[in-house]
């Protein structure tokens, strides 16, 4: 079992920055890519990023390319998801995932792990 807490999620006006934290606890999380993804409400949950297990590859959603940027700290069983240049359209509710590979973690479905979720708020 691998255990997600995000954190991080908040108020912030269009054109600032958040970064969202998610703690991972239980197996070996070096062993897994670990992704962010986001819903809206009424919508199907998005991939928006994913991080390979070592760190060295990355995938990104086109919508958040040049503005988000997934990272991890395999010694303090941490994955972050900088952003910047928020607009109100990255509303929504973040969640973490864990799951084997890099191409499997940008799924939607099948996802071995997942957080609760944290809020963002773009506002105008």
């Known amino acids: 079992q691998v255990q997600l807490v995000e954190s991080g999620g908040g108020l912030v006006q269009a054109g600032g920055s958040l970064r969202l934290s998610c703690a991972a606890s239980?197996?070996?999380?070096?062993?897994?890519?670990m992704g962010w993804f986001r819903r809206v409400p009424g919508k199907a949950r998005e991939f928006v990023a994913a991080v390979s297990w070592g760190g060295g590859s990355w995938k990104y959603a086109d919508s958040v390319k040049g503005r988000f940027t997934i990272s991890r700290d395999n010694a303090a069983n941490m994955v972050y998801l900088q952003m910047n240049s928020l607009t109100p359209e990255d509303t929504a509710v973040y969640f973490c995932a864990a799951d084997p590979t890099l191409f499997t973690v940008t799924r939607t479905t099948g996802i071995q792990y997942w957080g609760k979720g944290t809020q963002v708020i773009v506002s105008p």
């Open positions: 239980g197996r070996s999380f070096s062993n897994y890519a």
